[in-house]
């Protein structure tokens, strides 16, 4: 599809895949989009999706505009997809991010692909990597594998909104996390263990982008350790101000920096 | 329910999802809702309010179009120089082109913040707009001036008698610079005597909001957090506009962007009842023209 060159620059494609089209995605595509490399986002989600989103997208711009077809798309009761947020798992995400993978494999025509997860979204796109034979790379942007920590984190977040609030604002609900619902299933499949097991044999690499809190993170390390004790060239840096997604959501904060750092990563593969 | 993603525009670059009023409901109107994006936020909506509450509308046999603006969301940034003002009505008619291509007639615009501000600048003249729903709009009249004095009564009367403001104060939680500057000028106010601008916010929303009591648009207006505490600002002016229907929602208790769950969903039940009454006329209790509900 074709845009008028004066009104855009970029070929943007929104749409509704997966079962029952139920799943809503949206891809920024390379100019020559059946020749060029692909790229999977897989967003975080809650408030942190919302916080992320705009990131998001510029990464998706910046990648078409450097070659590749960049999608991005919202896991069933998140976003535009179908779904009540209470209907969020795990699992479900999972199975949501291979119909990704399945759809922009058919989109762009390629085999294999550079799944790029923020928070959660990244913590299971590492999960996949161990059993998707389409992803060759990897980027994990402030990956969760500790879900105890995450959900310590949230609620501390949620109670310190409320107290610069409180003044006005009802008293929250249990379950729920700066505007949105976070069930008592979800919470519990966030304490079960979320470090990603071996890597399949068709990753190659891997960039990890986390903050300096976690670079004693005995998960990670422990992982990139296994990683690397594999033969996959594992690069990790640490990022400061990495936590866009604890900002204020109409500050929509795009961290061009790192987000010109991953792209060029991946140009690099 | 299907949604669709749509391309919207002569260029196609505004990224929208139509959501189409349920089959089983028993009269599907000619009616169409459109979201406007608030902020930087993108269609979705703040906390995914947008999508629950064309979700929502689909019962009530309105079908709602969710779309970003250009260089927000999903849409592509515009290359042309068109003024930004001018870019958010061209492409909300775009939207409407859109819909009347389906088949509807009339429309609702539903906007938060800088979303209802543009809803407003969107409809004026318009007749087609059979509906506004504005959250939390200023006057949107491009005064900058800003009267410091509401923002100073409410810290008296709420901050002042509240521990948790008093514990922010002293933790560093509050922007000093902003609260201190917004005191002491609203101290310089009261000594000079300039009374001219304690009801300006008001009275600048009432001069936007005339036109469309005369071209027959029915206007739900929902204040919440600053500008509910606010709403004696604005009553004055509000009572004023009795001639068509005008309706009011005050939450006394939620922030800006509605983050509590109970309340984004009573605001979504609100919105959905005035909407069918909007589409069926009849059902509208006539009595109910000028009406403020507080909530909370």
Known sequence: MTMSPSLINETIVPVYFGPDSSLYGCYNLAADYRQAPAVLICQPTGHEYERCHRAMRQLAVQAAKNGFSAMRFDYYASGDSAGNCEELSLSGMRLDIQQAIRHCCDKTGVDQLTAVGV?????????????????????????????EKLLAEWQGDQHAFYARHSHKLQQPGPGEVLGFSVTEKFQKELRQKLTPGAPGPALKRVLTLIDEAESDSVLINGWVKMLKHQGIEVTVEIVENIAIWRREPMEAIVPVKTIRRIVKWIKEG | MHEEALLLGPGQSNVGVFTPAADNTDAQSDMAAICITAGLLHHVGPHRMHVLLARALTTKGISTLRFDLSGIGDSSVRSDDLPAQEVSVQEINDAINALEKRGFKRFILFGICSGAAQALRAATGNPKIAGLILVNT???????????????????????????????????????????????????????????????????????????????????????????????????????????????????????????????????DRICQWSAELVDDGARDTSANFTVDTVG
């Not at chain 2, 005369?214 to 506009?241: C, M, N, P, W």
């Open chain 1, 119 to 147: 928070r959660l979204g990244a913590t299971l796109a590492a999960q996949l990597a161990s059993t998707c034979p389409e992803i060759d790379s990897l980027v994990l942007y402030a990956p969760v594998f500790d879900g």
């Open chain 2, 138 to 268: 200023g006057s949107d009249d491009g005064n900058t001036e800003v009267d410091p004095r509401p923002a100073a009564q409410f810290y008296l009367k709420y901050s002042f008698w509240n521990l948790n403001a008093w514990k922010n104060l002293f933790t560093g939680k509050v922007k000093y610079r902003a609260l201190i500057i917004t005191l002491f000028s609203a101290l310089i106010q009261k000594l000079k005597g300039n009374n001219k601008n304690v009801t300006s916010v008001g009275k600048r929303l009432q001069s936007r909001i005339q036109p469309f009591m005369q071209q027959g648009t029915s206007i739900l207006i929902v204040l919440s957090d600053r500008h509910a505490q606010i709403y004696t600002l604005y009553q004055k002016a509000f009572e004023k506009l009795q001639c068509a229907q005008f309706n009011t929602l005050v939450y006394a208790d939620t922030d800006h962007l509605f983050t509590s769950l109970s309340l984004q969903q009573d605001l979504i």
